[in-house]
């Protein structure tokens, strides 16, 4: 039976493929026949092909009204880079079983993978009756006894309820509300149900387009969107791939049950190549179709060039992101064989959780705090910015909570008194900001790091790794070395010149090989290079989901008592898992004298503190205290204070090394103390004169 292209994907099943079909009413496009950006264009009638895949390729957006186009709208297209965040709006039109569900809507590992459905009856099973309106969650397809069936979950009462529901289950099925917001990219792959189309809603911008904006001005209403799928195929006298819309005006009949789909060539993946024994290596293949130019990390990856695959193995690299205030920010994977040096770069902590996270017993921690907190009970105590600290450990105290004693959990720290050091206790909740005072000047192999410390860690590159033609992290001004990744990579080389091999990654490397049944003249592998890779924000997300998948949760910071007549004070949002992300650049000078500029620092910082009351002054607020001068005072302190100094410091030394030093802390208390007695008294004289 003959059907269209578009028709030809929505029926089959991806597990099936690969598919051959032969044209029955080809297509001509006159002067080109593989030009219109990469795709095929020109198919003769009962030409033959072999589809080995397909994905939706953009999207034809048109403005919704009430669930239905609106009929002033013109349909636009879309990329799937196209910026914002979109929520999806849940269908309305029911699905009649199971079966269905499984055909038409991707089922996967990640939490994209996970659809949510509920039933407007009861379902019975064995040993379960899942209520009309529960939410039920799809996890995985999978042969249970025989039956091909849904793994699902229901949570009831924070508990999670495993089922499984076989495929021939019938019943309306509807989707529930999604509150996620996802990017179009991911809704095309997990959020686009086959032969359906998508309405989503436009939740917020992310960044300008570069080019004409095709939506409305102003646009904040609801999309449907119509997928148009790329097919990926093998033709029978052509090596390369093809690429083929689904638009593309064609019929086609799936002839696969007749035809020796053997007599096609074998295009295969890195991650095909992976799932072979190690017995087949090492093996001879040509490239089929190569990387594209920007993400190619090798010259001789060229479409048509031969490789020698020698083995395949897991590697462990160290996931790193470059340490800067603004976006966007650079990923890299950093191989365990660099040969690179680092030093040390101050950590910042939001919270004093998270020095306890950071605590380790081969140091101690030494902070500064560069922002005031004061303790609303009095047997704990109260933060001033300059004050150090020595962390010593996690501990329980018993303070006055509303007229009774509450054991609350606290931090027990040295403060650090010029030669003196007086015990003090900090509540665990407490939102405040410390630098990481760095005493430490060792350079540091990468292998050391991970051995002697705790990630995440912060570094600089201090000396360049000389057999890497273009070291890409010798120039960041810092890295936060995140944490360690195993990921699978293949050993390759030229086949024309195996001088040399090298490892590529087999998840993040897009590209099609063809084995060929040449002998490998040279088993043993040339000397093995390696390089760092520098990867996308996606990417790095993308790896950051999947390697703490198998972690646990790590417990919240613990929250403040409620105390209904005092002075509020915020609990802190950020967890551990906050830890993972990159701070903002907040380094601070390592030189043993004051910043030339300094002086001129703390004038401009008395003159904000002025700008501020007078501020106030225009809001008629004549009846608080100076804390919102405070913390301006505290805020241009902290950034100018030291991170001029960081500015003054880089352009004398590339690779220097930085920490705090005790004149700027001492500088930091003196300029608070003066700045703060002099807005009290400014705000008192502005007090007499009204």
């Not at 038409?104 to 064995?126: M, N, Q, W």
């Not at 860690?457 to 070291?471: A, G, Q, Y």
Request: hydrophobic share 35%; charged share 25%.
């Amino acid at each position: 039976m003959t059907s269209t292209l578009e028709k030809f994907i929505h029926s089959v099943d991806p597990r099936t493929l690969p598919r051959v079909l032969q044209i029955q009413s080809g297509i001509y496009f006159e002067g080109s026949i593989y030009e219109m950006f990469g795709h095929e264009c020109s198919l003769s009638t009962g030409e033959v092909i072999k589809v080995i895949g397909f994905k939706i390729s953009k999207l034809i957006a048109s403005v919704c009204e009430n669930d239905e186009v609106s009929q002033f709208s013109a349909k636009v297209e879309l990329p799937l880079n196209f910026p914002g965040l979109y929520k999806v709006v849940a269908d309305k039109t029911p699905y009649v079983s199971i079966e269905e569900i499984t055909r038409k809507v991707s089922i996967g590992p990640t939490r994209f993978g996970h659809p949510c459905f509920y039933s407007p009856e009861d379902i019975k099973l064995a040993n379960l009756t899942i209520k009309h309106g529960e939410h039920i969650t799809f996890n995985s397809v999978e042969e249970v006894s025989g039956t091909m069936a849904v793994n699902c979950v229901v949570v009831r009462n924070n508990q999670s309820h495993s089922f499984t529901l076989p495929l021939s289950q019938e019943g309306k099925f509807y989707e529930c509300e999604d509150d996620q917001i996802y990017t179009l990219k991911e809704i095309a792959e997990w959020k686009i149900p086959k032969c359906r189309n998508r309405i989503v809603k436009l939740s917020s911008t992310i960044h300008m387009w570069d080019f004409s904006n095709p939506l409305p001005e102003d646009f904040d209403g609801c999309l449907i969107l119509t997928p148009v799928y790329e097919v990926q195929a093998v033709m029978k006298f052509r090596k390369d791939i093809v690429h083929i819309l689904s638009d593309l005006d064609v019929e086609v009949k799936d002839i696969t049950d007749c035809y020796d789909i053997s007599s096609f060539l074998q295009p295969m993946s890195l991650e095909d190549i992976f799932e072979k024994t190690s017995k087949e290596f090492p093996m001879v293949a040509e490239i089929l179709e190569g990387p594209s130019e920007s993400k190619k990390p090798f010259k001789f990856l060229d479409t048509g060039n031969e490789i020698i695959i020698y083995k395949k193995y897991q590697a462990t690299r160290v996931l790193a992101s470059e340490i800067r205030s603004d976006s966007p920010k650079r990923y890299f994977l950093i191989p365990m064989s660099y040969k690179g040096r680092f030093k040390r770069r101050p950590r910042e902590f939001p919270t004093a959780y998270d020095l306890e996270i950071a605590r380790s017993e081969k140091e101690q921690l030494h902070v500064v705090a560069t922002k005031a907190f004061d303790s609303p009970h009095k047997e704990l105590f109260s933060v001033s910015v300059g004050d150090q600290f020595l962390v010593q450990q996690c501990q329980t105290s018993e303070v006055l909570y509303e007229g009774r004693k509450k054991l609350i959990d606290v931090l027990a720290c040295e403060q650090i008194l010029g030669d003196m050091y007086k015990k003090v206790l900090l509540p665990m909740y407490m939102e405040g900001r410390f630098v990481e005072v760095i005493h430490d000047k060792k350079q540091y192999q990468l292998s050391e790091i991970c051995k002697e410390f705790r990630l995440p860690f912060n570094v600089k590159v201090s000396v360049r790794d000389l057999s890497i033609e273009e070291d890409v992290v010798a120039a960041m001004p810092g890295l936060q070395l995140e944490e360690e990744i195993t990921d699978s990579y293949l050993l390759i080389s030229s086949a024309s010149s195996p001088v040399e091999s090298w490892e590529i990654p087999v998840c993040r490397l897009n590209m099609s090989i063809h084995l060929l049944s040449k002998d490998v003249q040279t088993v043993v592998p040339p000397v093995t290079k390696t390089k760092v890779e520098e990867i996308s924000e996606e990417q790095y997300y993308m790896l950051r989901r999947y390697e703490n998948q198998t972690l646990r949760s790590p417990p919240r910071p613990p929250k403040k008592p409620t105390l209904s007549p005092k002075p509020h004070f915020a609990v802190p949002k950020q967890g551990v898992t906050d830890v993972l992300q990159a701070p903002k650049n907040f380094c601070v000078d390592t030189t043993k004298k004051l910043c030339s500029n300094q002086a001129a620092d703390v004038s401009e910082l008395q003159v904000s503190c002025r700008n501020d009351l007078v501020h106030c002054d225009n809001k008629k607020d004549m009846t608080g205290n100076a804390t919102s001068v405070e913390n301006s005072v505290i805020k241009g302190l902290t950034n100018q204070a030291l991170g001029n100094c960081e500015a003054e410091e880089d352009e004398q030394e590339e690779h220097s090394y930085d920490y705090v030093d005790e004149d700027i802390i001492e500088n930091i208390i003196k300029v608070f103390q003066d700045s703060t007695i002099r807005n009290k008294h400014a705000v008192s004289e502005r007090r007499r004169d009204i």
